[in-house]
């Protein structure tokens, strides 16, 4: 008796574990009752983007009646958006997902045993729907797209946001005006201007240094410095050689160009406001954008134009990227790729989801997306908005050049290892330029001989 | 006979098996698969994303943890030591403090006891919101009371030498009427008689504290520092949403976390840094109890 009882419980606990688990990992997705079908699309938080995938959605539930979209999203801070799309993509309930583009640099060779990691890795498990043949796709360059979400001849994602990142710099036009400046083409004459603001008593820079937006200026100054004299396209093959060469050893974080951005970093460091390294990211655009008899400059991408314009709707800005060097013709615009749409294998709306990137990629929409996210268009037929802040880079625009690459690091790797770590790199820290330097090659070279 | 509400008598023998069989299955789902999983993929190089390969590559994290990148895990154990014992210290002793004060009678202190319990039933993320704004140099409070008070200003979070201690007085903060709870109960299972015996042989406050009150909160004190220490050991939420981990502040907790689920999204790591999290706290938690258990026996 005694052995069935045994049995008898041990049966009906894993049955009951069983059919748990069945239930955590079924997903309903796409029954709301009767005849309607729930697309669900999942976005990080940035308030035009989030302003536009809902009134696209609005327009698209109107065109297809019996159609109802659920848009998902989280901030990217502290890791909740990663953690959201994880989740949907465990539970097979997402059907459009945006991730950042995984560009080549994804990829990392054979030789270095690194396994793919983010929309990489799931391109390569074959977990996205190849989007090639897609008749949208006709409306992107497809050479951009392929080194952005390609891989060995399948595209599987539509990158639709491009923006400044490295060395990026809002402006307030009216506080240069008073003080008789113009943006600056050199690095020198960025210097200048900035001690002349300082004369004048005004904070020149306005930088969040607790999430490390100050190494923007490092970022912008080296890739000018390497991309000097190359032609745009060539950006992919530069970043990918430099990764190359820091593996197997032939480039170090102490090279002369990395201690010369860290010079010029250090240089204009000496211009941002006291006290950067408590200020958030979360805060700053506001705080800058609030304050406009101080703080000209304000270090920060040009996402977050929107949010800029909605602290202070009155505040007449620009934007540019700060000049790393003293050759104006080398301080070229750098762009990030960024919001990237994918589509899951393990989507139940695939077709509803094609629908919704047709429509997304229909030139009046995506005009609109334009607008409200402040992107730079990968649609080559479409110009960039005629934003206000945006005559810069509309100006710039032909010459810019894709961000270089990061060499390739393990997980598990200290900061360090990927470059300078510019909380602890002075201002912000209290480590000199080379401290740093020596500690991230040194780093880097421990990290990878794992 | 009436009958009965829970079948009859052939079903009802089934009701504890199935009373065990619930909670056994919900204990090998959400407790036994996890920490089996978490074991495996210790093991591994796997992203932790959907329908991505395990890549078993046997002993490889905890290689190059104890190789490559142990300054960054030797790191990493060093704050958490410190946050552990500092939290630890500090929590218990502002309990204590606390229960004494407010170990009265009166609704005056049901509610202050309320009010210091209440942080306790916030959530993580909203706490290390509202401190990190208030922390804020530039829009928040706290620099304008610093600046009124000492005619200085300071980065607060983002300063190297005030970060950590900052993070260790929001857990504090939020914790303290937890540990008053705890040391309060112990002090209502203190005989009255025992201090009327101290007071009748001239004990002052402080002996009838050093003497009476403290050896007798031994199994209160043992439960409060154990429980505050077992807390601390694997804290990474409020230090994520304070300083993410930077100006000093990284514990083991939220290397682990970033990761096993940030930019790196590497499962097979972050599995092996909770397996090296799990030694530490039964080391830590052990040897805790150990002594603590001794000095009660000895008291």
């Known amino acids: ?450 | 006979m009436a009958r009965c509400p829970f079948g009859t008598q052939r079903t009802r023998r089934f009701i504890p098996w199935a009373s065990i069989a619930i909670p056994g299955a919900g204990w090998l789902l959400f407790g036994l698969y996890p920490s089996l999983a978490t074991i495996g993929y210790s093991f591994t190089r796997y992203s932790g994303l959907p329908g991505t390969p395990l890549n078993f590559c046997g002993m490889c994290n905890y290689h190059a943890a104890f190789t490559s990148l142990s300054d960054q895990l030797w790191s990493a154990v060093r704050v958490t030591l410190i946050y552990v014992v500092g939290v630890t210290v500090l929590q218990n002793a502002i309990g204590l403090g606390l229960a004494l004060l407010l170990n009265r009678s009166g609704r005056s202190y049901t509610f202050y006891r309320a009010l210091i319990f209440m942080p306790q039933i916030f959530s993580v993320t909203v706490v290390g919101a509202v401190f990190a704004l208030m922390l804020d140099p530039y829009s928040g409070p706290a620099e304008k009371v610093v600046h009124g008070l000492f005619g200085t200003d300071s980065a607060f979070l983002g300063s190297s030498s005030l970060a950590l201690p900052l993070v260790m007085l929001v857990n504090v903060w939020m914790f303290s009427g937890y540990s008053m709870l705890i040391y309060i109960a112990g002090l209502r299972n203190i005989p009255a008689s025992v201090y009327e015996a101290a007071a009748m042989d001239g004990a002052g406050r402080f002996r009838t504290f050093r003497h009476v009150t403290w050896p007798l909160l031994a199994s209160a004190t043992t439960v409060n520092v154990f429980l505050t220490a077992m807390g601390t050991l694997g804290e990474y939420a409020l230090i994520l949403v304070l300083t993410g981990g930077n100006f000093g502040t990284k514990t083991l907790g939220l290397y682990m976390f970033q990761s096993a689920f940030g930019a790196d999204s590497q499962l097979g790591y972050g599995s092996m840094l909770a397996m090296l999290q799990f030694v530490l706290t039964v080391v830590i938690g052990g040897g805790l109890l150990y002594t603590l258990r001794r000095r009660e026996v000895a008291l």
């Open chain 1, 1 to 450: 008796m005694r052995p069935r009882i045994t049995v008898t419980l041990t049966a009906a606990t894993v049955c009951l574990a069983g059919a748990l688990t069945g239930c955590s990992s079924s997903s309903s997705d796409n029954s709301g009752g009767g005849s309607t079908t729930t697309l669900n699309i999942a976005e990080w938080t940035n308030p035009g983007a989030i302003q536009f995938t809902q009134w696209l959605s609005a327009k698209f539930e109107k065109a297809h009646p019996g159609v109802k979209i659920k848009l998902q999203q989280a901030p990217t801070a502290n890791g909740a958006w990663g953690t959201l799309w994880n989740s949907l993509l465990q539970s097979k309930s997402v059907d459009l997902l945006a991730l950042q583009a995984p560009t080549q640099a994804g990829f990392a060779p054979g030789y270095t045993s690194l396994k793919a990691q983010g929309a990489a890795a799931l391109i390569e498990a074959g977990q996205l729907v190849d989007l090639k043949d897609q008749p949208f796709m006709k409306n992107y360059d497809p050479t951009m797209q392929a080194a952005m979400a390609g891989r060995n001849g399948h595209i599987y994602g539509v990158m639709a946001a491009e923006y400044s990142a490295a060395g990026a710099m809002w402006y307030k036009k009216d506080l240069l005006a008073k003080y008789h400046l113009d943006v600056p083409t050199t690095f020198q004459q960025f210097l200048d201007e900035c001690e002349t603001l300082k004369k004048a008593g005004v904070t020149p820079i306005f930088v969040s240094g607790k999430d490390g937006m100050q190494g923007g200026v490092w970022q912008g100054v080296m890739n000018q410095m390497l991309m000097q004299g190359k032609a745009p396209a060539d950006s992919v093959k530069v970043g990918s050689d430099r990764a190359d060469a820091f593996w197997k050893g032939t480039q170090s974080w102490t090279d002369p160009v990395y201690r010369e951005a860290s010079a010029r970093y250090e240089k204009v460091m000496k211009y941002i406001e006291p006290n950067a390294a408590g200020v958030a990211q979360l805060t700053a655009p506001g705080v800058w954008a609030s304050k406009s008899d101080d703080y000209p400059f304000l270090l920060d991408g040009s996402w977050d134009g929107a949010v800029i314009q909605q602290a202070n709707p009155k505040l007449n800005m620009g934007f540019f990227t700060m000049p790393g060097t003293d050759d104006a013709a080398a301080n070229r615009l750098t762009l990030k790729p960024d919001l990237t749409w994918v589509v899951p294998t393990s989507a139940k709306n695939k077709t509803l989801a094609m629908q919704w990137l047709t429509m997304f990629s229909e030139p009046e929409n995506y005009k609109e997306w334009l607008k409200q996210t402040g992107s730079v268009s990968t649609q080559p037929a479409l110009q960039n908005t005629g934003l206000s802040w945006m005559d810069w880079q509309n100006a710039h625009m032909t010459d810019a050049f894709p961000q270089l690459s990061s060499p390739w690091v393990p997980a598990g790797a200290p900061l360090d290892a990927g470059g300078p770590d510019f909380y602890k790199l002075t201002p912000i820290g209290k480590d000199s330029v080379d401290t740093i330097l020596n500690r991230s090659a040194s780093a880097y070279r421990k990290s990878v001989a794992g």
